[in-house]
């Protein structure tokens, strides 16, 4: 059975900084990519970031504009953990983040992802 358990989330001052942590089990970790997805209060989830398995040596990271130069995602295949280091945070960062995993690098639709976390919510105030 995947599971999927996402921490780390909390409440931060806007600028402040959060990581959040993934923990994978029942499935070949090293196998999947990662993605971290969040949904806002009346809005539809969205991509935040995926990092792919490692092919040839190369690692794929993919950011939604919206957090590139301000989020960064990383995988520790010996530990089965993703972790998505969220640093200048924003009010509108403020949502539930879910971790999911997939096979295909690079996707960003939620439909491309086969398990999911319950996810962690982030709240950013002004």
């Known amino acids: 059975q995947v599971q999927l358990v996402e921490s780390g989330g909390g409440t931060v001052q806007a600028g402040g900084s959060l990581r959040l942590s993934c923990a994978a089990s029942?499935?070949?970790?090293?196998?999947?990519?990662m993605g971290w997805f969040r949904q806002a209060p009346g809005k539809e989830r969205e991509f935040v970031a995926s990092?792919?398995?490692?092919?040839?040596?190369?690692?794929?990271?993919y950011y939604a504009d919206s957090v590139k130069g301000r989020f960064t995602i990383s995988k520790d295949n010996a530990k089965n953990t993703v972790y998505l280091q969220m640093n200048s945070l924003k009010p509108e960062d403020t949502a539930v983040h879910y971790c999911?995993?997939?096979?295909?690098?690079?996707?960003?639709?939620?439909?491309?992802?086969?398990?999911w976390g319950q996810g962690t919510q982030v709240t950013v105030s002004s």
């Open positions: 990092i792919s398995s490692i092919t040839r040596s190369i690692q794929h990271t």
């Open positions: 029942g499935l070949t970790f090293s196998w999947y990519t």
């Open positions: 999911a995993a997939g096979r295909a690098a690079g996707r960003v639709g939620v439909s491309d992802y086969e398990y």
